[in-house]
């Protein structure tokens, strides 16, 4: 399957879901004006992807240093399809978050509740 990448920007997250190196990632900041449309293509891929499931173990990673509340609605979403696929390969969500970003820590751990799929917190050192 084909990799999808999104290269960050001032406003926008870089996204890399590539199957053939092991990279699930979202990182930096996402404050897309229109965040549905922004993460659409994300949901097709994931979509594709779970038509498609390695026999490989998946590690999400989620470093992000900010997000709105559109995007936190996304986030949602792509965590619950996660959840999905996690019925069909073994997948670990790892929510990473800067030391003194505690916000970000509760975020994860907000999100850790409403799931039944590993999810780990990591701090990062700066």
């Known amino acids: 399957m084909e990799a999808f990448i999104i290269e960050k920007t001032e406003e926008t997250p870089e996204i890399i879901l590539n199957p053939a190196e092991h990279i699930f990632k979202i990182s930096h900041r996402s404050l897309p004006e229109n965040a549905n449309g922004f993460y659409a293509p994300v949901f097709e891929w994931l979509e594709e992807f779970r038509q498609n499931l390695p026999d490989d173990d998946i590690q999400f990673v989620f470093e992000l240093e900010y997000f709105n509340t ?16 996690s019925h069909e390969v073994s997948l670990e969500i790892i929510w990473k978050y800067r030391k003194e970003d505690v916000d970000m820590m509760l975020s ?16 990062i050192e700066e």
């Open 108 to 123: 994860g751990l907000r999100y850790s509740k409403l799931l039944d799929v590993e999810f780990s917190i990591q701090e």
């Open 70 to 85: 559109a995007t936190a609605k996304q986030i949602a979403k792509i965590l619950l399809l996660l959840e999905k696929i």
